[in-house]
Each structure stands twice: as C-alpha cells, then as structure tokens.
C-alpha cells in the first residue's frame, strides 16, 4: 500500500503538466476555402431616373477559413477596383476618376469574422455572412446573405446585397439631368476547392 502511494505522488506532477481542458483527440482543423478567380464573378447596377446601369468587377483573389464548431471566420475577397466596367468609357473614366477614386483605392476587400447557419459539409447551405467591407479606404461591417454548395472537394457560393456607397461617403454622380440611386446592388458568384485538411 505504502508503495502504491508512492506511485501516485510521483505521477502528481505530470499530471498536473497536462494543459487544462486537454482533450483526448485534437480538434479537427477549421475548413480552408480557396476562390478560383477564373470561375467567379462580380456584377453590379445601379438604378437611375433613365434606366439600370449594369457592370463587373474582375476578382483577384480569395481564400476563407471557417471553424464550424465557433461559427468564427477568416480571410478575405479581393475585388480589383481598377477592372470595373459598364460598357461606356467616357462613364467608366468617371465612375473610377471621381467615385472610386481607383487609381488611390485600388482594392474592394472583404474581410468576413463569422458565420450563422448550418454548412452541410455536403449538398446546398444557406448562411449570414457578417464582417468588415473596405471601400473607398474605409471600412463598414456588414452583414451578408449566401448561398453555398459543397461538392467533394468544390465549393460554390452566392450573394445579393446592396452597397450604400454615396452614405458610405463616395462622391454622388447624380447631375441636374440624371439622378442615380443611393446604393448599388451587387451578385456575387464564387468558386473554388477546399484543399485537404492535414491529418491531426
């Protein structure tokens, strides 16, 4: 018995060693999305009194972090300011000139810090993806609906949100004959794969 004893006290201090809430098995690691910029795209439009003007953006590059046990988010979508288009020059001279002011600000990037709703780790997921839109040199939370599709290793995922860029303080290009709206709508399409996880 005596011997016994001696045995547990001995073991004491390496037990108390291990770090607090160790658990049997590590967590698994949180899933890692990349976007494929070639397969995603970025359409805008912006209403006027005379009619909808419609537009891209050329994404740049993209990769997304997500812990599915935290609901916590990473990472960023980076949008090349510099590519947007409307199919007319003399506007789109305008719109990067003296409402994006691209040739200062030539990056759009979102920056997402957590998720709400169930990703199916197979098949179609509808989630609110919140985080920080920097624009124009300024950021603004902001919180947006998605769409997402998991496929093997594939992901695809969709978007509809609206930007309120002149209350976001870019210059309103309204004039005395042509008044545009306030915010311009954005759909969003990416794509891309979800590389394999090293093994815990």
Do not use: Y
Request: proline share 5%; aromatic share 6%; no cysteine.
């Amino acid at each position: 018995m005596k011997l016994l004893r001696a045995s547990v006290v001995a073991a004491l201090p390496a037990l108390t060693a291990l770090p607090q809430g160790a658990a049997p098995q590590a967590r698994a690691a949180a899933l890692i999305f990349t976007v494929d910029p070639t397969q995603s795209d970025v359409q805008w439009a912006l209403g006027s009194t005379l009619h909808a003007v419609h537009g891209t953006f050329a994404l740049k590059t993209g990769n997304l972090q997500f812990d599915s046990s935290t609901g916590k988010a990473s990472g960023e979508v980076v949008v090349d300011a510099t590519s947007g288009r409307s199919g007319n020059d003399g506007r789109d001279r305008k719109m990067h000139k003296d409402v994006l002011e691209s040739a200062r600000f030539g990056e759009i990037i979102f920056r997402p810090d957590r998720i709400t709703g169930k990703l199916e780790m197979q098949g179609d997921s509808a989630l609110q993806v919140h985080g920080i839109f920097l624009l124009h040199g300024n950021e603004h939370e902001l919180t947006v609906p998605a769409e997402a599709h998991l496929s093997g290793d594939h992901w695809s995922a969709s978007a509809k949100f609206t930007i309120p860029f002149i209350e976001w303080g870019l210059k309103n290009p309204s004039t005395w004959l042509l008044k545009v709206d306030r915010s311009v709508s954005i759909e969003l399409e990416l794509k891309g794969t979800i590389p394999s996880q090293p093994a815990q």
